[in-house]
């Protein structure tokens, strides 16, 4: 295996492990400058960072391949879990409440995540591929920040609209949109001078 093929298979790893981490951990609340944001907020712009990096060496095809993989790996993670929660407790076991609050969903957030993961995901893919035709080599950052934007705000949109509309008030619904999607593109911002572009450029010069 050469050595972009060996990157490759580290992104696929990083998608795979940022989708099944932020399900779990997104179960958990967290205070953001008086906002109440998931902590799976700050894990799943990996996956956007993953998904522009694939798009811009590999093109959309091997960015929505990655993007299949993790939402197979992810709804395998998720049948075990519930698997597991319905299995018979052994006697000594005695944290099955705590099991299932960690680990288990409703169907109607896990429809949600799964489809906003599969939409947000593909829509950065296919921007960064569409504006990569359009500037060939220049450009980078934009194209890197605009489909990060794109994603990040449908992805956001989809999963509250889809997991709580008619539970949450409008108004609360747009903030959870606005706020957890623009520190996700922040995210993205501050990572991509440090890593993404560095990233990028060293793969691109591997032979």
């Known amino acids: 295996m050469d050595k972009k093929q060996n990157v ?27 906002f109440a ?17 694939v798009a811009e060496i590999w093109g959309y095809e091997r960015a ?7 939402f197979g790996c992810n ?18 076991f005695a944290n099955q409440n705590a099991f299932e609050a960690v680990l288990g969903n409703t169907p109607r957030v896990l429809v949600a995540s799964f489809t906003a993961f599969v939409v947000g995901s593909l829509s950065n893919a296919k921007i960064m591929d569409l504006m990569h035709a359009r500037d060939g080599e ?8 605009a489909s990060t934007i794109v994603g990040e705000f449908l992805d956001m949109t989809v999963f509250t609209l889809m997991a709580f509309a008619g539970v949450l ?6 903030q959870m ?31």
């Open 8 to 34: 490759f298979a580290v992104c696929v790893a990083l998608a795979v492990m940022s989708i099944i981490v932020s399900n779990v951990i997104t179960n958990k609340q967290t205070n953001f400058f008086g």
């Open 169 to 174: 008030p409008p108004a609360v619904l747009a």
């Open 138 to 145: 220049s450009r980078l950052a934009l194209r890197c920040i």
């Open 75 to 92: 709804a395998l993670a998720v049948a075990f879990f519930a698997l597991t929660i319905a299995a018979p407790s052994f006697w000594t």
């Open 64 to 70: 929505r391949f990655v993007t299949l993989v993790a």
């Open 37 to 53: 944001v998931t902590c799976g907020t700050f894990l799943v712009p990996v996956d956007y960072i993953v998904s522009d990096l």
């Open 177 to 207: 949109i606005v706020v957890s999607a623009l520190i996700k593109i922040a995210v993205e911002c501050i990572i991509y001078p440090l890593v993404t572009s560095r990233v990028i450029r060293r793969v691109k010069a591997m032979a």
